[in-house]
């Protein structure tokens, strides 16, 4: 349980510096990063007071994993960060991160 907490602790801290330093370009990059980092925060609140995440959502129509809204929060917004690095951003907007 402490690894996830630490784990989840500095992958907040890592996104508030890349937003912090603009190391997340564009505004839509930035709001799907914010996403990320509410879902992340949504779900350690929950392993911090209920020592697990609690899982609200069940779709019984078809087999499907019980989830929250934190966990859609953070799937969708990485789905659509992929979306933007793969399609959106061009090569030049990226060399901040290959540059020595």
Do not use: C
């Amino acid at each position: 349980q402490w690894i996830f907490l630490g784990l989840t602790a500095v992958f907040v801290i890592v996104v508030i510096v890349a937003i912090a330093t603009k190391l997340i370009q564009g505004r839509f990059g930035r709001w799907m990063a914010l996403f990320v980092l509410a879902g992340a925060i949504g779900n350690y609140l929950d392993r911090l007071h209920h020592s697990y995440v609690i899982d609200f959502i069940y779709f019984s129509l078809i087999y499907f994993p019980v989830f929250n809204v934190a966990d859609v929060y953070i799937v969708i917004s990485t789905i659509a960060m992929a979306i933007l690095l793969i399609f959106v951003y061009q090569e030049e907007e990226m060399e901040f991160l290959w540059k020595k």
